[in-house]
Nanobody, 119 residues
Framework: QVQLVESGGGLVQAGGSLRLSCAAS????????MGWYRQAPGKQRESVAA???????YYADSVKGRFTISRDNAKNTVYLQMNSLKPEDTAVYYC?????????????WGQGTQVTVSS
């Protein structure tokens, strides 16, 4: 069984910063892409950023230049550094990963961490 555990959410004023972490644990052979999604109240879950095992990154237009995704493959951990936060960044942030276990690739989600940006 694989678990993704997020941490680092919280309450911050507009213009502030937060760093989210997501650690994968379990019988992991390898992890392909890892990413962050978010879901605001009354809205659909949306992709925020993603990173391949080789380090290629993708960002939603709304966070380009403000958020940075990175990963530590040795620790099976992905990070999201969020700077210049805006009230519209308020959401539950979810970690996502494509994990290979026993030769089978399965997509996993974390439980989510709340990020609240006050104006």
């Amino acid at each position: 069984q694989v678990q993704l555990v997020e941490s680092g959410g919280g309450l911050v004023q507009a213009g502030g910063s937060l760093r989210l972490s997501c650690a994968a644990s379990g019988s992991i052979f390898s992890i392909n892409a890892m990413g962050w999604y978010r879901q605001a109240p009354g809205k659909q879950r949306e992709s925020v950023a993603a990173i391949t095992s080789g380090g290629r990154t993708y960002y939603a237009d709304s966070v380009k230049g403000r958020f940075t995704i990175s990963r530590d493959n040795a620790k099976n951990t992905v990070y999201l550094q969020m700077n210049s936060l805006k009230p519209e960044d308020t959401a539950v942030y979810y970690c996502n990963a494509d994990v290979v276990v026993d030769g089978i690739k399965t997509n996993y989600w974390g439980q989510g961490t709340q990020v609240t940006v006050s104006s």
